[in-house]
């Protein structure tokens, strides 16, 4: 249902310095509803009117708020800046706010995201079979997909690492015109330090230590063992799924994994994932070109300390920069 402020039908003109959206249509949806979804875009503001709703003060004189938002300044509904926030109207207030930001804010740029999305996609087809959650899965990824570190390491490409002298990945068997060069030296691993793999090549079989190759995939990749790139690796590892995502998030821009999984991520559907040398050892916080994929890493030194540096670059993380 659409309606237009009071104000707008009387044809009545206010000294309002804020401005009123031209159109407000009617979302059936709870108010706890509201905020859940307005926690996932702003999480501060949801959190700061859940406290609001359950202050039991007096809220005029306390928050001493009127019915506007935003930067400029909205008004949420006609003369909204002459209207405190009190007791008896607050949910009120509350919902206009959500509505506000997941809504009204962006119906222009959404509606045209829309109008593009259904021309690419069966959209009779697609609402006939997906529920809202399905949607969600084929474009941004499933929320309970576990999220396969060793998967984005065998097909993540290195920059500027001093042993990085060969970036091609040979799987068992493959070829290559000339025989590659081993690494100069390897520590050695445990009970692995003896094993050797075979690899083909167009001159005959060369073999190399085992720990050079994944346990599902092999490479022959330098730059994956150096120091520092075996650190970023085991960190990853170790934490925790919301720590997990909070890092994937850090490094793509996103909690979930994308469809297909991280291995998806190589060309040439996909911009490949790159660790970048960022200069020789230092205290910065390791950095990421999101739109790149790409991870910067000083060679730390001892790389233990990247652990440290990297759980404090997603605890600050506030997407492009730190809070």
Same mark, same amino acid.
């Given at each position: 249902?659409?309606?237009?402020?009071? @104000?707008?039908?009387?044809?009545?003109?206010?000294?309002?310095? !804020?401005?009123?959206?031209?159109?407000?249509?009617?979302?059936?949806?709870?108010?706890?509803?509201?905020?859940?979804?307005?926690?996932?875009?702003?999480?501060?503001?949801?959190?700061?009117?859940?406290?609001?709703?359950?202050?039991?003060? %007096?809220?005029?004189?306390?928050?001493?708020?009127?019915?506007?938002?935003?930067?400029?300044?909205? @008004?949420?509904?006609?003369?909204?800046?002459?209207?405190?926030?009190?007791?008896?109207?607050?949910?009120?207030?509350?919902?206009?706010?959500?509505?506000?930001?997941?809504?009204?804010?962006?119906?222009?740029?959404?509606?045209?995201?829309?109008?593009?999305?259904? =021309?690419?996609?069966?959209? %009779?087809?697609?609402?006939?079979?997906?529920?809202?959650?399905?949607?969600?899965?084929?474009?941004?990824?499933?929320?309970?997909?576990?999220?396969?570190?060793?998967? *984005?390491?065998?097909?993540?490409?290195?920059?500027?690492?001093?042993?990085?002298?060969? !970036?091609?990945?040979?799987?068992?068997?493959?070829?290559?015109?000339?025989?590659?060069?081993?690494?100069?030296?390897?520590?050695?691993?445990?009970? =692995?330090?003896?094993?050797? !793999?075979?690899?083909?090549?167009?001159?005959?079989?060369?073999?190399?230590?085992?720990?050079?190759?994944? @346990?599902?995939?092999?490479?022959?990749?330098?730059?994956?063992?150096?120091?520092?790139?075996?650190?970023?690796?085991?960190?990853?590892?170790? *934490?925790?799924?919301?720590? $997990?995502?909070?890092?994937?998030?850090?490094?793509?821009?996103?909690?979930?994994?994308?469809?297909?999984?991280?291995?998806?991520?190589?060309?040439?559907?996909?911009?490949?994932?790159?660790?970048?040398?960022?200069?020789?050892? $230092?205290?910065? *916080?390791?950095?990421?070109?999101?739109?790149?994929?790409?991870?910067?890493?000083?060679?730390?030194?001892?790389?233990?300390?990247?652990?440290?540096?990297?759980?404090?670059?997603?605890?600050?993380?506030?997407?492009?920069?730190?809070?």
């Amino acid at each position: 249902l659409a309606r237009r402020p009071e @104000a707008q039908k009387k044809g009545k003109t206010t000294t309002t310095t !804020t401005t009123t959206p031209p159109r407000r249509k009617k979302i059936l949806t709870s108010l706890p509803e509201l905020l859940e979804d307005l926690a996932e875009v702003d999480a501060p503001l949801a959190r700061g009117l859940r406290q609001l709703l359950a202050f039991e003060g %007096d809220v005029e004189a306390t928050y001493q708020r009127s019915f506007v938002y935003g930067d400029p300044p909205v @008004a949420l509904v006609p003369d909204g800046d002459d209207i405190p926030v009190t007791q008896r109207n607050r949910r009120r207030f509350a919902r206009l706010v959500a509505d506000h930001v997941l809504h009204w804010a962006v119906e222009r740029q959404f509606s045209r995201f829309a109008k593009g999305f259904w =021309r690419t996609a069966a959209k %009779d087809a697609l609402l006939d079979v997906l529920q809202h959650d399905d949607l969600q899965s084929y474009c941004q990824g499933g929320n309970d997909e576990r999220i396969d570190w060793d998967a *984005l390491r065998d097909v993540t490409k290195y920059d500027g690492w001093d042993a990085c002298k060969h !970036t091609t990945r040979l799987r068992l068997g493959e070829t290559q015109p000339s025989t590659p060069s081993p690494p100069a030296t390897i520590p050695a691993s445990g009970d =692995r330090r003896d094993t050797t !793999t075979a690899v083909g090549t167009a001159e005959g079989t060369v073999t190399y230590p085992a720990r050079l190759f994944g @346990a599902t995939t092999t490479r022959l990749q330098e730059a994956d063992h150096h120091p520092v790139i075996a650190e970023f690796w085991r960190v990853a590892k170790d *934490l925790d799924d919301d720590e $997990s995502r909070n890092l994937l998030k850090f490094l793509l821009g996103v909690k979930n994994p994308p469809v297909g999984g991280l291995g998806a991520l190589r060309p040439p559907e996909h911009r490949p994932f790159c660790i970048q040398r960022a200069g020789p050892d $230092s205290d910065r *916080l390791p950095t990421v070109h999101v739109c790149f994929h790409t991870l910067l890493l000083c060679d730390y030194d001892p790389p233990s300390k990247l652990g440290t540096l990297l759980r404090r670059a997603i605890a600050e993380n506030e997407g492009f920069g730190l809070r």
